[in-house]
């Protein structure tokens, strides 16, 4: 297993703090893990905690990372869970979770070679060569051993060459197609980018501050949330050219509002992946409802009254199901709301027995 872990959807200084813990956690597991960044690490951190970590636990579990959730909640939808505040021990436990528990191995020592005890051998006795009979003397040709025949080394065939391995040819790893939806709920944007195409307006990206500056109105950007976006599709800006240009586009506005537009228009009908159909859904703060889409205030309005299904919320609002699946999907987007999990059943209390002792025995 690759023991491999990026970070995600967290803010500056929380990731700060935990790229610390995380190098001393990991000088104790002996450097086993690596911190790569979010694209090429197998296990993601997130903040569920913050208002951009459940989306991007959503892409991320929808992409096949292996996500750890960074909560004070006692329970969490992700695979594996780092309660907040951490510590460096609580680090070292969910690496070592992860890893199945395996300690570090640790070289083994070299241990001596057995030496062999010989003993010394006797020479072999000389035997007598005379004649059994007293009456025949050996000759001293005779008692000497005859020297043993020079034996001539066989040829040894010289060593076939072994052929070298041909090396294997670079395992080339495709790229997670993206959409401009991905780009700005995750992470990996950094500093003040221009992002534009040839049939609508510019945007100015502002992903430190979490804001941008473009159009008031959010339906002329729909477009940009259909297709794929490269990272060479935005362009970094300077000082100058972003004072110039923000000063022209207006006043900024949150991210968040594009965030939101990009959760309506991705999941087209649908939940968007890692999402329960079945499950119930409420709105944890009145969202801000845009002018474009008037029947939104309604479906805020049924939302508030308490957790529902997407079936109920459509019952109860009068819209189509498919509007309500694209709102419940931009607002758990915007972070204004979550699922909702039924607490389990508690289990059947034993029945009293009758009676006067029964009745005593339930005082």
Known sequence: MSLTIGLAGMDPATEAALKAAFLEANERLSGRWQLLPETQADHIV??????????????????????VGLTSAAR????????????????????????GGAAPAQPAEPQPEAVAETAPVAPAPVADTAAASGTVEASPEAAAPEPPAAVEPEPVAPPEPVAEPEPEPPVVVAATA???????????????????RPSGPTLLIDTDARSYHGPAALKPL?????????????EALDEAAWARESDAAGAAQPLSRLVWLGGLITGKGRLL????????????????????????????????????????????SGIALEEITDFVNASLAAGVAEPVREPPPEPAQPARSGGLLGRLRGR
């Not at 729909?222 to 599709?233: I, K, L, N, S, W």
């Open 178 to 196: 993206r959409t401009l939806f991905d780009w700005i709920s995750g992470t990996d944007l950094r500093g003040r980018l221009r992002y534009s």
């Open 76 to 99: 969490t939808q992700t695979d594996f869970r780092l309660g907040r505040p951490f510590n460096v021990d609580m680090l070292v436990a969910l690496l070592q979770d992860i890893d």
């Open 222 to 234: 729909a477009q940009y949330f259909e297709g794929e976006v490269a990272r060479e599709d935005f």
């Open 273 to 316: 992946p890692g999402l329960d159909p079945d499950a119930k859904y409420q709105l944890n703060r009145w969202p801000q409802t845009e002018r474009e889409y008037p029947r939104h205030f309604r479906i805020a309005t049924a939302m508030m009254k308490g957790p529902a299904t997407l079936a109920e919320i459509a019952g109860a």
């Open 46 to 67: 997130v903040d569920m905690d913050s208002m951009y970590g459940p989306m991007s636990w959503l892409r991320l579990h929808a992409s096949g990372k292996r996500v």
